[in-house]
């Protein structure tokens, strides 16, 4: 038996519709599942959309916030690592009984405040291991935590050209959008936090140099009253 034969990892997600986030659990699965290893995606709370739906059913286990599910699930499918992305829905439990907890921070989180990010990092420090998508986010972690953790890495979020260049995507087609331009694409919530309006800002400065461009934003809904500012 191959050594992915013998591992089989759940991606434990918030809720897995459409986002940043989102879209680099969905590389991991997709990539995961391509080198033979066994993978299930748990989603905390069902809120699901987008991404879910390009998951093969049988991988995909919405928790409904009971934690004896998630065990159920682990034992039957027998997982015997699991690697956190935001949500912390159990890993004080399964670090606790042994299970191998890898957490991946994907964010600085600088909105929570003192005592959301100590509570919020009390949990994180409970991994076996804690990944960083980049050394900003792991040094602003450590900066704020004051973390002592013994295996904290980095490993680098970012965008794969050779799997964009070899894409079948018809975005033009998609969107009735004809001639030679640029697309700017943003994978992320609607939150003030995730900065969609200056973004915008910058796109009215390019339109003013008579560029020719696209732009596309794609995220759940988090704030309405920000999505309706962002529609005006």
């Known amino acids: ?3 992915s034969k013998s591992i089989s ?3 434990v997600v918030v809720n897995f519709n459409v986002g ?3 879209n680099v659990v969905y590389s991991l699965y997709t990539d995961l599942k391509a080198l033979g290893f066994k993978v299930t995606i748990f989603s905390e709370n069902g809120l699901d959309g987008y ?4 998951v093969n059913s049988d991988d995909f286990v919405f928790l409904d916030n009971k934690l004896e599910f998630l065990f159920a699930e682990i034992a039957s499918r027998k997982i015997n690592v699991l690697n956190f992305h935001h949500s912390t829905f ?3 439990e399964c670090s606790s009984i042994g299970l191998p907890c890898v957490y991946t921070v994907h964010n ?3 909105w929570l405040d003192t005592e959301s990010f100590a509570e919020w990092s009390s949990l994180v420090e409970q991994a076996t291991c804690i990944v960083s998508v980049s050394q900003f986010v792991k ?4 900066s704020r935590t004051v973390s002592q953790h013994n295996n904290s890495v980095v490993i680098m979020n970012g965008v794969d050209i050779n799997r964009i260049a070899s894409s079948k995507c018809s975005i033009d087609a998609d969107f009735d959008w004809c001639g030679d331009h640029y697309i700017f694409a943003q994978f992320a919530s609607f939150y003030p936090i995730k900065h969609q309006f200056l973004v915008i800002r910058a796109a009215e400065k390019l339109h003013d140099l008579g560029l020719d461009f696209r732009l596309l934003f ?5 704030d309405n009253n920000y999505f309706d500012f962002i529609n005006d």
């Open 90 to 92: 159990g890993i004080q």
């Open 20 to 22: 940043g986030l989102e």
């Open 139 to 142: 040094w602003y972690y450590e």
């Open 51 to 54: 991404y879910a739906g390009l």
């Open 9 to 11: 990892v759940g991606l």
């Open 218 to 222: 794609f995220g759940n809904v988090g």
């Open 1 to 3: 038996m191959t050594r």
């Open 108 to 110: 600085c989180y600088s």
